[in-house]
């Protein structure tokens, strides 16, 4: 797994291709490939495809401790975003869904990311920042100034170093719940 974080640290890899078009035209971007043992050929991959196994997804979700979520609901949220991206692990022609995040929009101002996750056996490896990074692209390409996510308090520094900002000018972000 060593080889996966020295490939990210000391490549362009983490940051995705330059070209807009490689995240525009297509559906996936290629991070990373290698070969993991004679003749096994594993690369890691974003796609853009919104077909997501909602088990695979509940399973990533799950390994992170994340509260589980009615799965009928997690489809309405994807069908409704206007952005998934999906970080797969390949090897042998297996996917292993490995990473995640979505994006919802007003589609000409505002931007909020939503559900950004890496499977612990892949974290630390500079994967979430080029997901992340990969995402803002995107956002930036579909000429959305405004991006804006809920951190939870133990990853504040994660999305700090991607440049967000907390509370900026003053503002504080608010929230209703039901009583
Ligand atoms: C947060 C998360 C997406 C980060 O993904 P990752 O692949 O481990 O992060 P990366 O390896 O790309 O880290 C990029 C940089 O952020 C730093 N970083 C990563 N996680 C961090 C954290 N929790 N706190 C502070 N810094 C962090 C890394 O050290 C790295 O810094 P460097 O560039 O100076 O080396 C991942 O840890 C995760 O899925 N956590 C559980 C789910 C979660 O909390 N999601 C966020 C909900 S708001």
Redesign the pocket.
């Known amino acids: 797994m060593a080889f996966w974080k020295n490939f990210f640290k000391n490549t362009q890899a983490a940051n995705g291709p330059n070209n807009l078009a490689s995240i525009t035209s297509i559906n996936s971007v290629l991070l990373v490939e290698h070969l993991e043992n004679k003749d096994q050929l594993a690369n890691i991959y974003i796609s853009l495809n919104d077909k997501i196994d909602l088990y695979d997804l509940e399973k990533l979700c799950d390994a992170?401790g994340w509260v589980r979520r009615p799965i009928k609901k997690v489809k309405v949220a994807i069908d409704h975003s206007f952005l998934t991206a999906s970080l797969f692990y390949e090897k042998n022609q297996q996917q292993q869904l490995i990473g995640f995040a979505r994006v919802t929009s007003d589609c000409a101002f505002n931007a909020t990311i939503w559900d950004?996750?890496?499977h612990p056996n892949?974290?630390?490896?500079?994967?979430?920042?080029?997901l992340m990074d990969q995402t803002i692209r995107y956002l930036r390409h579909a000429d959305i100034s405004t991006i804006t996510l809920?951190?939870?308090p133990?990853?504040v520094?994660?999305y700090r170093?991607l440049g967000f900002v907390a509370d900026p000018d003053g503002v504080k972000g608010m929230f209703w719940y039901p009583l």
């Open positions: 992170v950004v996750v890496i892949f974290q630390g490896q500079g994967l979430g920042k080029a809920f951190a939870d133990n990853v520094t994660f170093n």
